[in-house]
């Protein structure tokens, strides 16, 4: 296994002032003066995966987290996969709170969410219309006959209406879950159609790339085909009164709420493993896992890895590209609890221009700004240059994830887009609705590496037999319990299929499916899924090493990368997205394989190259290697709907050139 090596000198350090007025400098001060010794972050990090009963009542305690956190911290800490679901772990079991009343609990006339699409700002909300908002959408729930534990799903675009219904839903105990509207019909029932939801709350289309999207017919067809549903919430975005005929029980929301304008939000006081949210997997290899996520938990969680790991606070404004099919997005609107403003996008990310975003970023005055690893990689293949082109002075750290980041997109943010900024790519999963590894905002930042694994989080790399290894790559895992696991999978009663999904490869131990290596550092490294690792002449290599070295070229847009059986055996095949006009003939080739040799090895070197008008994506926007791989061979995707672009698969059918 190989890597780019980190020079001896970091990329960033942060300042002396920073580091002291961190918030994670008076966290270490308040657990210091509560006896624990933490000269430094690594220490902190021991203490909170050894006493874990310890230092979760401490981020309640730090963070203010509304609630009464009762008795007992843990119930069942050795108990991580136990056969029972009901024998734990169980963490403040005798705690209540509510999610909402956390979100809101800021109030003013201060903006809470500021809306922007592809045509500039659109609309602001300040803390106290938000929560005016939320209560009169509560209140209609209600008057509807929704209570807690019913659910209510949300099929919208990234708008302040899908914040206020999901607030609107936690604060009296419903259920939320929510996909993008760039969903197939077949997808949004893959999905909603496993939990029934009473509510749908939808959009009558959405802007993408210039284009008006209409949403309405599949609504439409998904009404016709979900028995539960009752009512459907429409909210006007492309136009002041949509058509809906045609979709039984569809009112708009302005009527839906019109009775209950006034209604002063009510937070139903609720258990701390109360269910919150119902996530989804990719489903690209069969139906979607619903994973159930608890309110206490969840909040716990973002409020850690947002006040102590990204150093948010009230004077903040947080953005992060994403739309509301990817945890991002709850991750993102956590934000409010702590005061940030909640900065939110919906539209192509390169459009109309390809510094959309980053000039989003300067009129908003954003100082936390989120994107995918490939918008950065794909900003710096465009020439966008924020540092010539944008005054970002307010912006002091930049996050990245949903896929490695690059060790040359980190030059690329210190060259192009700030020199002086907290970059921190992170790394979790809808899994876990939260992070293993997360940025470290008093420490350095080395090039190519995750600065730290999440305080609380008892991550380690296990090689093969089964052991913790460091500078070895391996499966990342987690070896102790953690507030923000699934408390279960939707329709799973006897925990049989949330134990295959982590448990089997380890026992007891949590494997995450990824691929990494802990540095000398107490970095990670993410070398791609474990599932995707390639592995030619018994070499498991990580996909993203090659996707580093092959994105680097001009000529290359993208690329995907996978193993082909072959004689006994398997080869590696890399499929490459020129740009427009560039053939890949043999000379091209040729630097694609030699620029693979030199910073990799031998092994990384394709025995296939070829070129490919798309790649397949995840609605979330992943490359999906394993729907690359069964096609390659001739099997059949499970589920195609699960895929933003699915027509892709078909360039990959029946290639001549994988026949020899």
Known sequence: MTREASSDVP???????????????????????????????????????????????????????????????????????????????????????????????????????????????????????????????AAALRAAGIGAGDRVAGFLPNLPETIIAMLAAASIGAVWSSCSPDFGTRGVLDRFGQIGPRVLVTADGYRYAGKAIDCLERVREIRQAMPTLEHVVVVPYLRDAPDLAGIAGAVTWRDFTAAHEGAAPAFAPLPFDHPLYIMYSSGTTGLPKCMVHGAGGTLLQHLKELVLHTDLTPEDRIFYFTTCGWMMWNWLVSGLAVGARVVLYDGAPLYPRADSLWEMAEREAVTVFGASARFLALSEKEGVRPARDRDLAPLRAILSTGSPLAAHSYDYVYTDVKSDVHLASISGGTDIISCFA?????????????????LGMA???????????????????????????????????????????????????????????????????????????????????????????????PEIVESIVVAQEWEEDVRIVLFVRLRQGILLDDTLADRIRRRIREHTSPHHVPRRIIAVADIPRTISGKITELAVREVIHGRPVKNADALANPAALDLFRDLPELRT
Request: hydrophobic letters at 40%; aromatic letters at 12%.
């Open 438 to 454: 997360l940025g470290n905002p008093i420490g350095p930042v080395w090039r190519g590496e995750l600065q730290t694994r999440g």
């Open 11 to 137: 990329l960033w350090v942060p300042s002396p002032e920073r580091v002291a007025r961190a918030n994670l400098t008076r966290f270490l001060e308040m657990v210091r003066a509560d006896g624990i010794a933490a000269p430094d972050f690594d220490a902190l990090w021991r203490w909170s995966v050894e006493d874990p009963a310890a230092f979760w009542p401490a981020v309640w305690r730090f963070t203010a987290m509304r609630g009464d956190p009762g008795g007992d911290v843990v119930i069942g800490l050795d108990r991580m996969a136990p056969p029972d679901p009901s024998l734990g772990p169980r963490w403040f079991p005798s705690a209540h709170l509510n999610f909402a009343e956390n979100l809101l609990r800021h109030r003013g006339g201060d903006i809470a969410i500021s809306f922007s699409n592809e045509l500039g700002r659109q609309r602001t909300l300040s803390r106290d219309a938000l929560r005016a908002d939320v209560g009169a959408f």
């Open 459 to 553: 991550v380690h790399v296990f090689g093969a037999a089964g052991t913790a290894v460091a500078g070895e790559a391996g499966e990342l895992v987690c070896a102790r319990p953690f507030p923000s696991m699934p408390i279960a999978f939707w329709n799973d009663p006897d925990g049989s299929r949330y134990r295959a999904a982590y448990f089997e490869r380890f026992p007891d131990v949590w494997t995450h499916g990824d691929w990494a290596e802990l540095t000398e550092h107490n970095g990670v490294v993410i070398y791609g899924r474990s599932d995707a690792t390639l592995n030619p002449g018994g070499v498991r290599i990580g996909t993203a090493e090659i996707y580093r070295q092959v994105e680097q070229l």
